[in-house]
């Protein structure tokens, strides 16, 4: 394929080739210039994106029609998420959407160190994201919190034998009911899970983007690579912004 | 030849006896649904011929030998138009004389005779009201709306009689209703039409259309003893539902004489119809059906009970007019022997019995 | 049929070009590790052959067992499992990638004056994830099948069955992917690779067709995606968000399923509603009629077929506004259908028509699709959709639109851009016959189906009452006839590979970019970014172009 | 430099850090609010302040982060298809939970 590139562009008849003086190497050789090439990725990105759009809108749709039939349940099983290391992950998140940004703007205005910071506090920063998320994943596994795996209706029985429950309050749910907590915690481990992974992929992106920017591939006019990826931790960003409120703060208030 | 030609005739003697094109229309609706249906065949030839008679026209007239040289024509508004507007007032015109039929299936009159279905894998079993269960078999009497309130125990079903035209999902977890009037005494085909598994093909089953009088006569013939509503009672009992709906005034649950059919206000605030499907959910999940003035204290008998054990307790709980029946039943608990299924006769013990 | 537009070169002198896409490099890798949207092309060609006579295979041994009202042949359990692999393999292997991978990603480049698709490693990609899900349905299929019917209905996909549901949804989940990817690099080429003077409204009409199909590729699979992976959830570990005895709601399943499922019959017509628009046009010699119409009418079945998803659930008790607001939706989106047909009929009005293979096959789709189409509204009435549906009728309508429909525009885009891909042209008779015997073949077998299932004949049966048998003898001995109908072309354009005439740049005298470059193309495809100045389908233009060159030669 | 301004004029506006600062800053600061709101009793406007702040916030990123704003009419375009059918989904599918309640006609 590499070969064909170049017998394309070295044509003498190409009728391109003679527009500008030369062509940076990134350009492939199907575009007719940079514009085009960066334009093209950027709307394939965002095209990518609704896809992702559309994945997580099915969770959505379940997630609010169970919300709707089971809402005891749902605020029950809401009580079980800590608030603390939930608010403590959206910051967490939203100062790496943060960093992420200011690395595309470090990329845009060629700054090479800046760039490399900023992809490592975004790394860091999303790491530190999936450490809390392990966290809390462990209370719940302790809890007996999984759907599927010995699940436990122990805390929403009894509230006041379970430190959580107690302390927001929480009136013994009825027998029917408390099962339902199931489907609130299937759509929390499937949400979070799906998020997670987003997480994990964009971390590992995140990780080869270190990798290049510090050789400077970035920084030399390229910058789509960066830019499509911030789109997409962005993206990712959006869909916790979203789940928090749902999963965590469901009423929240005593009564 | 000699080994060939018994297959043909076979085929032959097969096309000219028994070769049908069009279904039965046994009951009310057939003809009205018919009706429709030829009307959208008729629709369908039209346009058919319409398209045809133009390409074939077209193909002959311009032809490269005819006419050499195409002219270039952009296009018409007006014919835009007319293939817009015509087809999509045809389709106007079928969706709400669908909308109207689909209506007629799924609402079933009121005087209308109940008969429970449960479809299971891979037989539909009908239970109806005076306790004759069948399988695989449902006995109608003609002139007589018949409901059908079908549920699933397991996977999705499809209970379908081409020849009444209805066609009705048993979903798990849901009661659906549909109903017909059967005219013409027959038997008729009982399909599943809803791929559930291995023997979804065997799982097919006679509709057999009785005169009143037939019908009658069948109902004595395969009577159990017990009709659905006592089997309920029994249930009931077993279950010590009565330990709570017991309608005394220090009662933990409501009353449940006359809640049938009943507006009953709930405790979350809002009324709710008193349905089968309402009270079935009230037996499976109690604490979304709490009505005004009780706490949420009952149990779920989900997994307890079987479908049919609810129908059966749905229908008792129907047929409850006064506090005596369930002060008798309350009489009765004790003498009960444990495993009621050893009393009435195998064939119309609940099933779905198994922890008071 | 003496008449043909079809103009070869000088047979005694004429070459296929040296260089060309096929010629360019050589050796296995040179084609696995390509960028080349034509070289990915003829890969997606021969991968979806391979799936499609697999699929045909199965269909054959469905028709067979169905021969008798008993399931003789297969037990019931085999049947199940074989035809629910029909039904995969034919949908997501075949159906659904047929005529964007294959001449969708071949031509869309070529006609809007691109080099290329704009993501062509995407697009190598896109191949290798169909690859790896067809190899994963074929391994489920040798490892003991899967007998869930290609619906996945719940609970019976995640409680009831003990057969390969992950890995057959694994496939088609990365199949899903693929189809996303194809989509979103043909959404991103005709955005951006236009060529100077190609506008939205010079663009072929092939390519309209491909945008909307392409736009329910992409915002409709991911929820296809995420349905399989709650099912695989709830196979695994019992989340029970489908499942009843859990609370969950197994019509949510059917919801989501058919969100994506319904506009995936539009992602399998559309294209092959691009092909026809194309082949009509060049074998009456005019512009197609009312050109922006056929463009907008893809469009408006893009979005309308968004919100029809529920009409497969009329008798599953979705709530009666539902039904209502579905079905209204349902007769809106046949509209759209109803003009394009009208509209390639007038094409013919005052045309200089031909009868070329392509041209046969294009009948046969006109035909063949108004069937499907009309019989497509008997289901949308709600009222006879509780009699028909889920019988033979529906398998029959479907049939129609899919294998009548997009099946004969897949042969007719193949021939008419055989030539075009190979530098060769096709046999002409035996194809002509080919056609011919399709029709009858494809008319024999599906035609009786409706009357079947007008009986109450329930689809899915292995067994079936002994009154339907005559019906079903007609049935398989029309898939005989359709069977030889579709081994023919494989081996005559195999055949014609080697001995197939010279074909030369353009033997349809079309006006399209594509025909105006070499066949096979180059690389590249245009030596000289071409610039479009007139209207697409201007055949004056190619009079025009024709005496210049004549002129300037001369 | 020439390369720079070049690039500036063909591809985008680059927004300054001062905005992403700001943004930041507000995103943070309206977490904290989301977060007391739901220890207030609103009743049924508990979720749909929720709502509207996870929304606000959402759009936040998008316009800014995501560079939305300052984007060409397609991008724009193509966020609005996303959003038109994840609601077609969401909405036509709850439509039909919701008017479950309404019974049979």
């Known amino acids: 394929m590499s070969d064909s590139t170049a017998i394309a562009h070295a044509a003498p008849d190409d009728p391109h080739a003679g527009g500008h003086e030369a ?76 960093t992420m940004a200011m690395g595309v703007w470090c990329a845009e205005t060629r700054k090479k160190s800046g760039l490399v910071l900023c992809l490592v506090l975004t790394f860091i920063l999303g790491l530190g994201f999936l450490g809390i998320k392990t966290v809390e994943y462990k209370e719940k596994i302790e809890k007996h919190h999984v759907p599927g795996f010995h699940y436990s209706l122990n805390s929403f029985l009894n509230p006041d034998s379970d430190a959580e429950a107690k302390a927001a309050g929480d009136k013994p749910l009825a027998p029917d009911m408390a099962e339902h907590t199931e489907v609130y915690f299937s759509l929390y481990f499937a949400m979070t899970g799906m998020h997670a992974l987003h997480m994990i992929i964009g971390i590992a992106i995140l990780g080869y983007m270190i990798f290049r920017a510090r050789a400077g591939a970035y920084t030399s006019g390229h910058v789509t690579f960066v830019e499509n990826f911030g789109l997409y931790w962005h993206f990712v960003d959006i869909i916790w912004i979203f789940l928090f409120p749902l999963l965590y703060l469901i009423s929240r208030h005593p009564n | 030849m000699d080994h060939i030609s018994p297959v043909i005739w076979q085929f032959l003697v097969k096309w000219t006896t028994n070769f049908p094109l069009f279904p ?108 004759q269960h069948e399988i695989n078999a449902l006995h109608i009497p003609i002139d007589k709306p018949i409901q059908l309130t079908l549920i699933s125990q397991d996977v999705f079903h499809s209970f379908s009689i081409p020849a009444f035209r209805v066609k009705r999902e048993a979903i798990p977890g849901r009661y659906t209703s549909v109903w017909f009037e059967a005219t013409t005494p027959g038997t008729y085909h009982l399909f599943c039409t809803q791929y559930c ?85 009230s037996i499976l999940n109690p604490s979304q059906h709490i009505t005004q003035g009780y706490a949420p204290i009952m149990p779920t008998y989900q997994g307890q009970v079987s479908e049919e054990g609810v129908i059966s307790l749905v229908e008792y709980i129907k047929n409850l007019n006064s506090n005596y029946r369930i002060e008798q039943t309350l009489n009765t608990t004790d003498l009960l022997p444990e495993g009621e299924g050893k009393t009435a006769p195998a064939k119309t013990a609940p099933q779905g019995v198994v922890k008071p | 049929m003496s008449d043909t537009i079809v103009s070869l070169p000088d047979q005694s002198t004429a070459r296929i070009p040296k260089v060309n896409f096929i010629t360019k490099e050589n050796g296995l890798l040179s084609w696995l590790l390509t960028g080349d949207h034509k070289r990915i092309a003829i890969l997606y060609m021969i991968s979806i052959t391979f799936f499609f006579f697999i699929g045909g295979a199965l269909a054959g041994l469905i028709r067979l067992e169905l021969l008798t009202p008993q399931s003789d042949l297969m037990a019931t359990d085999t049947y199940n499992k074989v035809f629910t692999m029909h039904g995969i393999i034919m949908i997501f292997f075949f159906l659904v990638p047929s005529v964007p991978a294959t001449l969708g990603n071949f031509l869309i480049p070529l006609m809007i004056g691109a080099k290329d698709l704009a993501l062509p490693k995407i697009n190598l990609l ?143 017509i559309l294209p092959g509603m691009g092909v026809i628009s194309e082949t009509i046009s060049t074998f009456s010699r005019k512009r197609v009629f009312g050109y922006t119409a056929v463009a907008f009418s893809s469009v408006a079945i893009a979005v309308f077929g968004f919100f029809v998803w529920a009409h497969h659930m ?144 329930p689809r899915r049966y292995a067994a079936y009452p002994p009154e339907f048998q005559v019906l079903n003898v007609f049935s398989t001995a029309g898939a005989t006839i359709l069977g030889v109908g579709y081994l023919l072309p494989i081996l005559y354009l195999t055949w014609s590979l080697k001995y197939g005439e010279i074909a030369g740049n353009n033997p349809w005298q079309a006006t399209g970019l594509e025909w105006q470059v070499q066949s096979p193309p180059l690389t590249e495809n245009f030596a000289v970014t071409p610039i479009m100045d007139h209207e697409c389908y201007d055949y004056e233009w190619l009079e025009n172009q024709k005496v210049k060159e004549v002129s300037s030669v001369g | 430099m020439t390369d720079q301004k070049e690039m500036e004029e063909s591809q985008h506006h680059i927004v300054s850090p001062v905005v992403y600062i700001i943004i930041g800053g507000a995103l943070l600061v309206l977490t904290g609010v989301t977060v007391g709101a739901s220890y207030l009793e609103l009743k049924i406007f508990n979720p749909i302040v929720a709502i509207a702040i996870a929304c606000i916030k959402a ?32 909405g036509m599918t709850l439509s039909d939970y919701f008017t479950r309640a309404w019974g049979r006609w």
Not at chain 2, 218 to 239: D, I, P, V
Request: a neutral charge.
């Open chain 3, 314 to 457: 009329f008798i599953m008790g979705i709530s009666n506004y539902s039904m209502l607001v579905f079905s209204l939706l349902t007769m809106l989106v046949a509209v759209p259908s109803a003009i394009k047909i009208f509209n390639w009929t007038f094409t013919l009005y005052k045309g200089s028509i031909t009868f070329e293979t392509p041209m046969l096959y294009t009948f046969g789709f006109m035909g063949l699709f108004t069937i499907g189409g009309l019989t497509g509204v008997f289901l949308g009435a709600a009222g006879t959709d509780i009699h028909l549906t889920e019988t033979y009728f529906i398998v029959a309508h479907f049939h129609f639109v899919m294998v009548g429909g997009m099946l004969m525009a897949f042969l007719a885009g193949i021939h008419f851009w055989w030539p075009k891909m190979t530098g060769r042209m096709y046999p002409e008779k035996i194809s002509q016959l080919a056609a011919v015997v399709t029709f009858i073949g494809f008319n024999l077998t599906f035609f009786p189906q409706f009357i079947l299932g007008t009986l109450g004949m």
């Open chain 2, 197 to 281: 598994g291995t023997n979804h093909s065997a799982m097919i089953g006679d509709i057999v259309v009785l005169t009143q009088d037939g019908y009658k006569k069948w109902l004595a013939e395969s009577t159990s003893g017990t009709s659905l509503a006592q089997n309920g009672e029994r249930l009931f009992a077993s279950l010590s539902c009565n330990a709570c709906h017991n309608s005394k005034p220090d009662a933990r649950g409501p009353s449940l004489a006359n809640v049938y059919g009943a507006k009953l206000a709930l405790a979350g605030g809002g009324t709710v119809l008193a349905d089968d499907a309402y009270l079935r959910e």
């Open chain 3, 126 to 268: 896109s191949w290798y994830l169909y690859v790896a899900g067809g190899i994963l349905a074929i391994y489920t299929m040798a490892t003991g099948g899967v007998d869930t019917g290609w619906t996945f209905t719940t609970p019976l996909s995640t409680h009831y069955v003990n057969t390969n549901v992950l890995t057959t949804g694994l496939a088609v989940f990365i199949a899903g992917f693929s189809s996303i990817f194809t989509g979103l690099n043909f959404i991103v080429t005709i955005h951006k690779m236009r060529c100077p003077g190609m506008t939205w409204f010079r663009m072929p009409l092939f390519c309209w067709a491909h945008y909307a199909a392409s736009i329910l590729m992409v915002l409709g699979t991911p929820v296809l995606a995420i349905t399989i992976v709650l099912v695989a959830l709830e196979r695994t570990i019992g989340i029970g968000v489908f499942d009843p005895a859990k609370g969950g709601d197994p019509i949510l399943f059917q919801h989501l399923f058919w969100f994506y499922s319904h506009p995936a019959v539009y992602i399998m």
């Open chain 4, 59 to 90: 759009v936040l990123v998008v316009l800014f982060f995501m560079h939305v704003k300052y984007s060409s009419k397609l991008t724009k375009l193509t966020v609005f298809c996303g959003l038109f059918t994840f609601f077609a989904l969401i």
């Open chain 2, 24 to 131: 039965p229309e046994a009951s009310k609706l057939a003809p009205q649904m018919d009706a429709l249906l030829f009307f959208e065949i008729l629709v369908s030839l039209i346009g058919l011929t319409i398209v045809f008679l133009l390409v074939t026209t077209f193909c002959i007239m311009y032809s490269k030998g005819r006419h050499p040289v195409a002219v270039q024509i952009e296009g018409s508004t007006l014919l835009e138009a007319t293939w817009t507007i015509i087809p999509l007032g045809l389709f106007l015109m079928m969706f709400v004389w669908g909308s109207l039929i689909y209506f007629r299936v799924y609402t079933p009159p009121a005087n209308a005779m109940n008969i429970y279905v449960v479809g299971k894998q891979w037989m539909w079993k009908a239970e109806h009201p005076g306790g």
């Open chain 1, 23 to 98: 062509h940076p190497a990134y350009l492939r050789h199907h575009f007719e210039n940079v514009e085009q090439q960066a334009d093209a990725a950027g709307f394939a990105m965002w095209l990518f994106l609704l896809t992702e759009v559309m994945f997580f809108g099915g969770l959505f749709t379940a997630y609010l029609i169970y919300r709707n039939w089971y809402y005891p349940a749902f605020v029950a099983g809401s009580h079980q998420l800590n608030i603390f290391w939930g608010t403590l992950n959206t910051a967490v998140l939203i100062t790496s959407s943060f």
